[in-house]
């Protein structure tokens, strides 16, 4: 980033901020009266015409006031932010709402993308926790027709995974049954190695039923976003610069696509929990999120298992009021894990 001067980061600061609150481009003869900047509308014009040439501004046509640019929102929301929280009465009833749902995790996922929509006035997105470091916890094996087996693998903090085994020759139900009760008293709380390794000393039926074990637990470490809780679509759409436009139908589009999401949060959401990322006109890499910034971050307990939460709005979003809504509604969410996790 260019280094700009106290002045001129000043003048950005107050062009995002109004411009956040109505979206049309400022003036500096806005800025010099309600602000009593102690410098002419000249000067303070002089300063915008600088900061357009450094990129943290732009002007829509000739004569018109200015609006911050992609790097200019990029300034301000690291450098003139600042640390900002919600007001203590939003913290107590967004608290006394957690509390007051039942333990259920599902429900928890409910009501933190219904807090995010309202108190942050975008969409939300909330993603079912996952195994950080997956572990089994129950198996069961349940015989179909013929050959084919169906296993479903509880992993620790209840999530079901769902795999067809297809074993060399028919097998009963009883025999099934037996099968499991050993596997689940062998490889109860083990990884997908342990699993792996516990294979070797079963016999052959139980080494096949391992294997497969041993796969899905893998692959369940990796991001999934098989289950999203979304609100507050209608906040995004019905902000101005959206009126006329199919951008931001484009961007809630692509985020209801599991793989799409899947990928996005994979490389832009950072491994620790609690640590708020703001992404800003797709970086440059995410051209469907364009004309957007989303606001996310991850909950859950490290080292058991983890979701995205987050927030998505016009690039003219509120960043102080998103930052500190989606920071607090993550410190619930893991707080409450947290309880689970160590019973």
Known sequence: MD?????????????????????????????VEK??????????????????????????????????????????????????????????????????ARQDIDQWMRLAASVLAQHARGASLVTAPHQTQ????????????????????????????????????????????????????ACK??????????????????????RLMADVTKKAEAFSATEVFRDGVTNVLAEPEFAASDSARQALRVLEERTYLEEFLAKVLAPNVGGVQVVIGGENSWQELKDCSMVLARYGVAGHATGAMGVLGPQRMAYGRVISTVRFVTGMMSDLMYEIYTE
């Not at 911050?68 to 709402?97: D, N």
């Not at 390794?197 to 052959?204: N, S, W």
């Open 3 to 31: 280094p700009l001067t106290e002045r001129q980061q000043t003048i950005l600061g107050l062009v995002v901020r109004e411009y956040i609150e109505s979206a049309d481009a400022v003036s500096s003869k806005t800025l």
């Open 134 to 185: 997956a572990r089994f916890k129950h198996i069961e094996l349940i015989s179909t027709r013929g050959r084919q087996v169906l296993l479903v693998l509880v992993l620790t903090g209840g999530e079901v995974r769902q795999q067809m085994l297809t074993l060399a020759e028919p097998v009963t139900q009883e025999v099934l049954t037996e099968s499991a009760n050993r596997i689940n008293a």
């Open 35 to 100: 602000y009593q900047l102690g410098v002419s509308s000249a000067t303070v014009r002089n300063e915008m015409s600088e900061l357009t040439d450094k990129g943290y501004l732009r002007q829509p046509y000739t004569s018109a006031g200015r609006e911050p640019t992609e790097a200019g929102y990029r300034y301000f929301v690291q450098k003139l932010l600042g640390e900002t929280e919600l007001p203590l009465a939003e913290q107590r009833t967004i608290s006394h709402q957690f509390y007051q």
């Open 189 to 210: 709380g083990l990884d997908s190695d342990g699993i792996a390794a516990q294979a070797a000393y079963m016999p052959t039926l139980e080494q096949e039923v391992c």
